[in-house]
């Protein structure tokens, strides 16, 4: 019986995440996910409390899923910065260029829910991206680079911008062209004292 319960609640958790990145996670209702789960709504409703709780639960079995995929990716990042660059965007590059894709999730669900801070979406998606974010900074720091964490900061702002004007544009050339800013970032960190890196002022 555990069982079948645990094949349920996956199940309404894999048709909501279809959903929520196809229409909307505000947009969807708990209707349309039972429907899509072959289940009823009461039967949803026995496994999460609410749709907000629903939500909690895919985003989280996204991000273990995100993770297994960045530690995949990582371990496909080696040689030199400038090469670990170019692998970085060519994995966003394979990643972007499918006919179902329609951008993070994670940042779609931030934005759908921008104006409430305490929302479980929020906090995955900053979750999320504070996982990749300390991926990239373990990849790097082997290499003699000066600030690394600040460097992959820079590098994070060109991955989001990146991807959000591609989806708007429907363009992967803007990925290429934060590749190039990225080699650039890269290669002023290898030239520049720590010292004389302009550093953003803390607020």
Not at 40 to 65: G, P
């Amino acid at each position: 019986m555990r069982r079948k319960s645990a094949e349920t609640r996956q199940q309404i958790i894999d048709a909501a995440y279809t959903l929520f990145y196809q229409i909307g996670f505000i947009r969807t209702g708990v209707d349309a996910i039972a429907n899509a789960a072959g289940i009823t709504k009461r039967t949803l409703y026995q496994h999460f409390s609410s749709k907000d709780e629903l939500i909690e639960a895919v985003l989280e079995n996204q991000h273990q899923m995100a993770l297994e995929r960045i530690r995949r990716w990582a371990d496909r990042i080696t040689g030199k910065p400038d090469q670990m660059v170019m692998t970085l965007f060519e994995k966003l590059v394979q990643w972007a260029d499918r006919t179902e894709w329609q951008g993070s999730g994670f940042t779609r669900a931030a934005v759908e829910f921008a104006d409430q801070p305490g929302h479980p979406a929020r906090k995955a998606a900053r979750r999320q991206k504070e996982e990749v974010e300390m991926y990239l900074v373990e990849k790097f720091a082997a290499q003699n680079l000066d600030n690394v964490e600040l460097l992959v900061r820079e590098v994070m702002l060109l991955i989001e911008g990146c991807m959000s004007l591609a989806l708007i544009h429907d363009n992967l050339d803007y990925v290429d062209a934060a590749r190039h800013a990225a080699l650039i970032l890269v290669q002023n960190y290898q030239s520049t004292p720590a010292e004389n890196v302009q550093r953003p002022q803390q607020t």
